[in-house]
């Protein structure tokens, strides 16, 4: 062993407190084949079943506008019940030219990142009304608490994108939350966003109009460089809401790309049937895919994932499961026949940051890979199917796509990786510590963790015996400590600012 | 929602104490196409770099039997230094007519497995000599823990072969200590077996001996239908010891598939590359393929990876990595090469059933399903680097496993279970509970989980708030109460017992 090695090797063992280290912001791709679990044939079939859903039963849409388009594209509306039925022909139409990849574009233009193809964005939790972490157990989330999330999110590297501000922060008025998350997004992190724009198209338009003064563009350039990304749920089974539906259609007349994700829970609100709620599924995305094409031919807008299934004995949605990670491989083979991206999560339908979070999102995650997801949200942080926000978890989750983006990039085969001189010089029984070839490599050789303990027993131990919980707890306070904000012009903080105080002005006196 | 449904959920709600739940006994296939990381020109790389290894540099053998047997077969042998070196045509010569598959016989012949094509064996942990429990923490291992262990392993179907006895019992004889490991495997489950024979040919022909008379067969009739598995490691680099060499032989001569295991931690005794401690682990295979086929020409044998790497600033061992998961995936499209079954490992470094254990063997795991591994070891039980062997771990483990198996069950597409009456049924924002096609499916619908918990969070918090870890402990518990001897035939158990007897008593006077 060299004396360098020796020293590092001293320096380690002495203390757990290491530097936080990670590997750079980078884009990802998946250079390898999607995995397939069922043949052309079924794919087809569950096509050809989908259809027949929107033909005979089709969808409930709960907006006149929405309706209007619909009917002028040519679909079977019923005003008084808001039932949309749509002809198959008219469907295949709608799903014809549209776009298969597209850039969001970060205010750090190194951040920004491409949607479709081969890549991969992986985005930070939406939606969580609770927050949780080691010291303080699980409670309301806070304005607080969704800053430091955004902060930790945003220092993370292998995260490429804010997915939605973390949590919700139930201290803050609900009628103008949304323009305070929009703005925390915007200032502490200088990636992309998927704003929680809270279901009203109203403040949908909202988040649109402070992407513009963010990225200090009007309305021609942000369709041109589109810096968010819109994310639609439909009601499952077959129900359309007014707010998504509204919300959809300003995202796409500003030409921010949008995913239409079903929420088909199996035997609660999609048949008890893999084949069934992924039907269901498809049926729901392709009915409102041609929604946004009736609002704005040719929009950007992708395909959504969300099929899991529910706990027949309890009612209790569970996440991560086999049939998720099925009807993950499934939705990747119908994303690809319609040349569109696919969206899926990293989910876990466990209490607590415990073996069951790590074991149900680390299939999510396997999934995703194999199927080729290219917008995984929900990638950190999730916990409790999505009700609670884990700062322990945060830090986990990066390890686990972390872990993913390193096993993802190629190997490198030639003359010198394959070694064969060291071989030589090791010897038989021999060790390569020493040998030129590893010396060579000593910084750079491995994948280096941000959360595992590699040490052995003894020495993990006595230095306290952590677990990888207690480690991440240490780590995200650690990040917290050393987070500095993104510089931004000031002038455009007070734009913000500007915006900010006038809507909330206007939605106290106007109501919205 | 049916009263049955409401009696369920009630009854599920109201304990956490739930009956132990898991899935049938079964062989486990992988349908889907194996993963591929590497081109057909860098197989082929690899193959010719390890060939070359094997003619330039060689292996050092230290068995003066199997330096005769290699020097018969045309090998370069140096009888002083141990030195042998393979002309490549010697080498690809005995890989060809290798067979590509076989079955290992259970005593309970529902228990009997096929190795090799899609198949896919999950053995309990081999090798530890400590053991834990969140109940008595970390202790060396004993015949008490032991008998336990193999009763877990025993009771749990995802399991199919007791992988070698789990732990290793140090309150016995270290010279007779193989006989008391046997015996315990072949009485305490009726699954195959992979013996944990310490490293002597002698004891190599204990196992054999045994496992003739578990079958109550003759040397013919278990060279035809094998019942155990020899594991063999080498000392790498390129150094096969005296007693890998001889048990190697004694398994050859008795037909017992043997796989060949190369120690290629990367970096320290191995190149500090992937592709380099592959194409040495390669060399390392065929080497000692040929080896077996020297001995005994067409001896069922096959591809063994444990290729993994070491953490560059402190030495250690390092599982679950990146590096580890690419290395499987290679190693499945060299064994795929060669015609050969490859065996794999679920592994962790972690020092305590934590986080990091399960998403490094996850990691391990999702690795192994996509390089079509067809013999997991360590797949039940594997805590710090092998070092120690894990009662809740071993429940983790069979969760992991169980859920790889329900996974890589087809997607079932037709009529019936797409469900469009259930959709019609169910009705726009309606639910499933009630339909009839939810109620048909009520008790199989989706995967039972044995550790997992998906209460809501009041429910689990009212309950205990126990983590999954917690849960673990109660569920080994429960199922050692449980516990049933599978039964054996006295006369058998006897014949085992007065063999033990004898060698024991041979062994106290000659030693061996």
Redesign the interface.
């Known amino acids: ?1 060299s004396r360098r ?1 020796s020293r ?2 001293r320096s ?2 002495s203390s757990s407190d290491r530097k936080f280290v990670q590997r750079p912001f980078q884009a990802l791709s998946n250079p ?2 999607p ?4 043949s052309e044939d ?1 794919v087809e ?2 096509h050809q ?1 989908s259809l ?2 929107l033909r ?2 089709g ?2 849409v709960e907006s006149d506008t929405a309706l209007r388009l619909l009917s002028d594209a040519r679909a079977d509306v019923d005003i008084t019940s808001k ?1 949309v039925r749509f002809c198959p022909e008219m469907v295949e139409e709608m799903m014809t030219d549209l776009p298969g990849e597209f850039t969001i574009h970060a205010r750090n233009p190194q951040k920004t990142v491409r949607l479709g193809g081969n890549s991969i964005i992986f985005a930070t939790v939406c939606g969580p009304s609770f927050v949780t972490d080691l010291d303080r157990g ?1 409670r309301s989330g806070t304005h607080a608490d969704m800053v430091d999330f955004i902060k930790l999110g945003g220092s993370l590297n292998v995260f490429h994108q804010d997915g939605g501000s973390g949590l919700e922060p139930l201290d803050l008025p609900p009628e103008t939350r949304h323009l305070d998350m929009m703005y925390a997004q915007i200032t502490l992190t200088d990636k992309t966003w998927q704003p929680n724009w809270m279901n009203t198209g109203r403040r949908a338009r909202d988040c649109i109009e402070m992407a513009k003064i963010a990225m200090q563009t009007d309305d021609e350039g942000l369709k041109k460089r589109p810096a968010i990304i819109g994310g639609l749920n439909t ?1 499952s ?3 359309f809401d007014g707010g998504q539906a509204d919300g959809m259609r300003e995202f796409a007349l500003a030409g921010q790309p949008v995913h239409i994700t079903p929420f088909t829970l ?11 709620a992924v ?2 599924q498809n049926a729901e995305c392709l009915g409102c895919i041609a929604l946004t094409q009736a609002a704005v031919p040719g929009s950007p807008t992708f395909y959504g994932h969300f099929t899991s ?10 996440f991560g ?3 998720y ?2 009807s993950v491989i ?1 939705s990747g083979q119908l994303a690809r026949r319609y040349g569109l991206p696919l969206r899926s999560s990293s989910t876990t ?12 999102s ?2 999510s995650i ?2 995703c890979i ?1 199927a080729h997801v290219n917008y995984m949200m929900h990638a950190g942080g999730w916990l ?1 199917g999505g ?2 926000c884990s700062f322990e978890k945060l830090i ?1 989750d990066a ?2 796509l972390q ?2 983006a ?2 993802l ?6 003359d010198d ?4 001189s ?3 010089e ?8 020493g ?1 030129a ?2 010396l060579e ?3 750079n ?3 280096e963790p941000i ?7 003894e020495t ?2 006595d230095d306290g ?1 952590r ?3 207690q480690r ?1 707890n240490r780590i995200w306070k650690q990040i917290l400590k050393d987070y500095e904000k993104p510089p931004i012009d000031p002038g455009v903080d007070e734009e913000l600012k500007a915006y900010m105080a006038e809507r909330k002005e206007q939605i106290r006196i106007e109501g919205v």
Not at 268 to 275: D, F, G, I, L
Not at 309 to 318: F, H, I, L, Q
Request: charged share 20%.
């Open positions: 062993m090695q590092a090797r380690r063992q390898y084949k995995m397939e679990i069922i079924q079939s569950i079943a027949k859903i005979d039963i969808l409930r039932r699980r009601n089974p077959l129900l199996a035997g609660a609100m999609a048949p008890a049937t893999v084949a069934g039907a269901q299934n529910v706990d027949m004995r309890t009612g209790s949605p569970a499961t086999p049939e990670a099925q499934m339908a466990s209490a607590c940051v415990d073996l069951q979070a790590v074991y149900e680390d299939m396997n999934a194999q409790e009700l609670t986990v390890e686990l872990m993913q390193a096993f990039e190629p190997v490198v085969i030639n990786t394959l070694g064969l060291a071989i030589e090791a010897g038989f029984g021999g060790h390569f510590f040998t070839h590893t490599r000593y910084e050789a491995f994948y959360l595992s303990d590699w040490r052995n027993f993990w131990r015996g677990t990888a919980a991440a």
